[in-house]
């Protein structure tokens, strides 16, 4: 009995043992983490607001780090090749997707989805956007109110530009008129393939209502031919300083902005994940990253890992109700 005893012990301590190294090894790997340039994959295309975004956050966070954190856009797909793309990935931070409303929240209004909305690691929230609400430079309306009045008493002389049906500017609009009473069966929706074309529109009285991105307005604003009547959510920007936020306007259910923040695939170590929420608080607080936010209209939203997630699915109960409604 001895001598058969004996291997088996020796088995199972050689195991151990080599279990524990592969422990310490990977315990070893996440604090040292990050020791090579990480993947930063964003969802559109080079140039829109949203690689602008990740080009100035990626810039303080290469800084702060000390490695490369590289943009790569994997647009196309409705954003799902590129979401799956860091899900599929290995957990070792080294593939990071920058999170926002289109590859979360919104998306739980798509049918038959290759994911679940919880089935990631939730990172902080860094940087926030409004919204913009415009109508034509000429309009005799000067502020929200005033162009609700006129859309909630004659709802079929009024129109506004659609995006798809289901962007974030859409969705600003549905909260819009759902709040103040308009009727979304009356009023006429116009489809563009994007805000560009359909702020176009507006500026040549096609159209009545249009919106996106402050900082995407400026051009028009600033040569008169849009006005722009509020921008969403509680803050304004400097890009458009004469310009009241929706909650200052009197409209508070108008709190939803553009959000821009960062996740990862399921089992992202938590000192991965530490490391990386610690960089993006001190990043949010320098006055250099906040004056080059102003300058593409967005300003520091910085949320904690937890409350970035609680926050994500609050939104995304919001969208689900108003596809639900509405039939998106």
Known sequence: MAKTTRPAAGRRIIQWAAALAVSMAAFSAQAAWPEKAIQWVVTFAPGGGTDVVARVVTKYLSEELGVP?????????????GIMHVLNSRPDGYVLLQEQQANSAIKVILKDLPFKLEDRTY???LVSGPNALVVNGKSGWNS????????KATPEKFSY???????FTDMINLVLFESTGIDVSKVKAVDFPGVGPANVA???????LGGGGAGSVVSLVQSGDLKALAVSGDQRVGVLPNTPSAVEAGFPDLYLVNWYGVSGPVGLPKEVM???SAAMKKISAKPEFVAD??????VPFYKSPEESRAFVLKEAQLYRDLAAKYGL
């Open 202 to 208: 507006v500026a040549g009285g096609h159209v009545m």
């Open 161 to 167: 530009a659609r995006i798809g049906g289901t962007s």
């Open 293 to 298: 936010l102003e300058k593409i209209a967005s």
């Open 274 to 276: 530490d490391r990386l």
């Open 144 to 151: 929200l109110k005033d162009m609700v009045a006129f859309a």
């Open 123 to 125: 990172g902080p929230l």
């Open 69 to 81: 954190v590289n943009v790569t856009n994997m647009a196309g797909g409705n954003q799902i090749p």
